[in-house]
Structure formats: C-alpha cells, structure tokens
C-alpha cells in the first residue's frame, strides 16, 4: 500500500501532467483554425448528402467528396501535432520519473488503471479526469469568444 505522502504526490503530478499536456495541446494547436475546419466541413457534408440523394454518381459528389477529405486530412494534421511532442513526454513520465519518485513500488500488472493501489493507475486515472475536465474547460472558453466570427465566416462560404 502506498503511503499518503505518495498518494498526495501522484494525484498531484497527475494534475501538472494533464495541465502540461492540455497546455502543449493548445499551444501547437491552432484551435481556431480546427474549430473554422469542422463548421466548413459540416457545411461541405450537408451540401455533400443533397447531392449525393440526388444523383450519387454526379462527378460534382466526387469533387465534393474529395474536397471534404482534403478538409478532414488537414484538420487531422492539426490535431496530431502535439502528439508527436507528448508521447515521448508520456513515456518518460510513465516509466522513468514515476518510478523514480515512488520508490519500492515493484512492476504493475497488466492493467493498471483497475488497481488504483499502484502508482500508474492513480496516476493515470487522475491524468484523465483533469484532463478532460480542463479541456472541457477551454473549449467552452474557446468556442463562446470565437462562435460570433465563425457563423460569419460560415455566412460568407458559398
């Protein structure tokens, strides 16, 4: 069993860690940009269904099909980029300081979140409660400052 001090330790590194990784996310992240691709791309689909209800094998479906890939594959890249940051981040976190920091803890067993009495499913737990609650956070934030410029810019698309 892990004492308080760990405990109190790893639901604290797991708080840093969330707000690490959620302020990684945001900052290689063009949100704004995200957020304009998939009102276009909602646009572009409705747009794409009417044609493709009547007539599915109108080269105008395909032009639209292929316009709305190109707009999904660049929102993909957007979003993927902090990954490529985060993931050896994750696993020097997980496997060299959590290990480091809680001394004497022995291997995990194979799913760690379902036994909360060692140190990485604590962890990993806490990581993503935070984690979805601070990107909750900041979405909302980000969407109410930015839906007025949006409905315009969706307004002007033809």
């Given at each position: 069993m892990l004492s308080d001090i760990y405990i109190v330790m790893l639901i604290l590194g797991g708080i840093g860690y969330s707000l690490l990784t959620v302020g990684v996310q945001y900052a290689l992240t063009n949100m704004k940009r995200v957020y304009e691709l998939q009102g276009i791309m909602q646009i572009k689909t409705k747009e794409l269904n009417e044609l493709a209800k009547k007539d599915p094998r109108h080269p105008s479906?395909?032009?639209?099909?292929?316009?709305?890939?190109?707009?999904?594959?660049?929102?993909?890249?957007?979003?993927?980029?902090?990954?490529?940051?985060?993931?050896?981040?994750s696993l020097a976190v997980f496997y060299v300081i959590l290990p480091w920091a809680v001394p004497g803890i022995h291997a995990p067993p194979l799913v760690p979140v379902l036994n909360l009495s060692y140190y990485q499913g604590l962890f990993i737990v806490t990581s993503i409660i935070f984690n979805i609650?601070?990107?909750?956070?900041?979405?909302?934030?980000?969407?109410?400052?930015e839906e007025p410029q949006l409905e315009a810019e969706a307004a002007k698309l033809p």
């Open positions: 479906v395909k032009a639209k099909q292929d316009e709305v890939m190109q707009l999904a594959s660049e929102s993909m890249k957007n979003q993927t980029k902090p990954m490529l940051v985060l993931f050896p981040v609650v601070i990107t909750r956070v900041m979405q909302r934030r980000l969407v109410k400052k």
